[in-house]
């Protein structure tokens, strides 16, 4: 499954520019700070409480993830962090959010499996609620802002908290095998880059979604041919899954006119 691979390296590249710090990982990292406390439910931090939001303001505030099975791409759990960590950010400053999540190449199953699969993951940051590091999540305008509580950048909260609980959250799935963690909070990152990246990845995953509910095939007059003519692999998958489901209905003729539709 190479669906989302472009755009990983689409944001890799963004970023080979830039300076970035590696953050400890699991027992590299001081124990506090690897096992930072959860609240266990949604929390709030209110205004008079919070130092200052990520992405706030209109600041922009992108959270994206993204699977693959390329170990090139996630070689190994890591973090990475371009720009000031949450204990020198003073006032709202842009942010972006990216995890980078390696699944094992069998477990990724076709069809439902595989769309359950990938959303399950992208759902990971539902259900995580690092003390102090509030979540606001609004996937109608594609934003994704924290706000951060003093108190808790006054007893250390910083990204390795957050990059280790991301990564504990995301190694519950059990197809998970490595994940990248990267957290931007440089001025002058390509916040648009990875805006419009975040556009590109829903759009994969809602034609995923097509493939799965609509039983257009003919891609002359579908609206997502743009789509499947730029991501590799999407069109052998929307066949795929007709070939699948339909195997005792297609005789060779159709099945050959079927292939043939595959550009
Ligand atoms: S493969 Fe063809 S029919 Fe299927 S979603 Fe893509 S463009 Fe549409």
């Given at each position: 499954?190479?669906?989302?691979?472009?755009?990983?390296?689409?944001?890799?590249?963004?970023?080979?520019?830039?300076?970035?710090?590696?953050?400890?990982?699991?027992?590299?990292?001081?124990?506090?700070?690897?096992?930072?406390?959860?609240?266990?439910?949604?929390?709030?931090?209110?205004?008079?409480?919070?130092?200052?939001?990520?992405?706030?303001?209109?600041?922009?505030?992108?959270?994206?993830?993204?699977?693959?099975?390329?170990?090139?791409?996630?070689?190994?759990?890591?973090?990475?962090?371009?720009?000031?960590?949450?204990?020198?950010?003073?006032?709202?400053?842009?942010?972006?959010?990216?995890?980078?999540?390696?699944?094992?190449e069998?477990?990724?199953?076709?069809?439902?499996q595989?769309?359950?699969?990938?959303?399950?993951?992208?759902?990971?940051?539902y259900?995580?609620?690092?003390?102090?590091?509030?979540?606001?999540?609004?996937?109608?305008?594609?934003?994704?802002?924290?706000?951060?509580?003093?108190?808790?950048?006054?007893?250390?909260?910083?990204?390795?908290?957050?990059?280790?609980?991301?990564?504990?959250?995301?190694?519950?799935?059990?197809?998970?095998?490595?994940?990248?963690?990267?957290?931007?909070?440089?001025?002058q990152?390509?916040?648009?880059?990875?805006?419009?990246?975040?556009?590109?990845?829903?759009?994969?995953?809602a034609?995923?979604?097509?493939?799965?509910?609509?039983?257009?095939?003919?891609?002359?007059?579908?609206?997502?041919?743009?789509?499947?003519?730029?991501v590799?692999?999407?069109?052998?998958?929307?066949?795929?899954?007709?070939?699948?489901?339909?195997?005792?209905?297609?005789?060779?003729?159709?099945?050959?006119?079927?292939?043939?539709?595959?550009?």
């Amino acid at each position: 499954m190479r669906l989302y691979d472009d755009r990983i390296c689409e944001v890799l590249t963004a970023l080979t520019e830039q300076e970035a710090r590696e953050l400890p990982v699991g027992d590299a990292a001081d124990q506090r700070q690897c096992n930072w406390p959860d609240a266990g439910r949604a929390m709030m931090v209110l205004q008079s409480d919070m130092a200052y939001e990520l992405g706030g303001h209109h600041l922009p505030a992108v959270g994206n993830t993204l699977v693959t099975m390329d170990q090139t791409l996630v070689p190994q759990d890591e973090i990475l962090l371009y720009g000031p960590d949450l204990p020198e950010i003073t006032t709202d400053t842009p942010y972006a959010r990216m995890a980078l999540v390696r699944v094992a190449e069998d477990s990724i199953g076709t069809g439902d499996q595989l769309y359950n699969m990938i959303q399950n993951i992208g759902y990971f940051r539902y259900h995580i609620y690092p003390k102090g590091f509030m979540l606001r999540v609004s996937s109608s305008n594609d934003r994704e802002s924290v706000r951060v509580a003093k108190d808790a950048l006054q007893e250390g909260l910083d990204f390795t908290a957050i990059g280790n609980a991301m990564i504990r959250a995301l190694r519950l799935h059990k197809e998970v095998e490595a994940v990248k963690i990267i957290f931007v909070t440089l001025p002058q990152a390509p916040y648009e880059l990875f805006q419009e990246n975040l556009k590109k990845t829903k759009q994969i995953t809602a034609t995923i979604d097509h493939m799965l509910k609509d039983v257009n095939m003919d891609c002359n007059s579908c609206g997502l041919q743009e789509i499947c003519d730029e991501v590799e692999g999407l069109r052998e998958m929307h066949f795929g899954i007709k070939e699948q489901g339909d195997d005792s209905c297609l005789d060779d003729t159709e099945t050959k006119e079927m292939n043939d539709r595959i550009k």
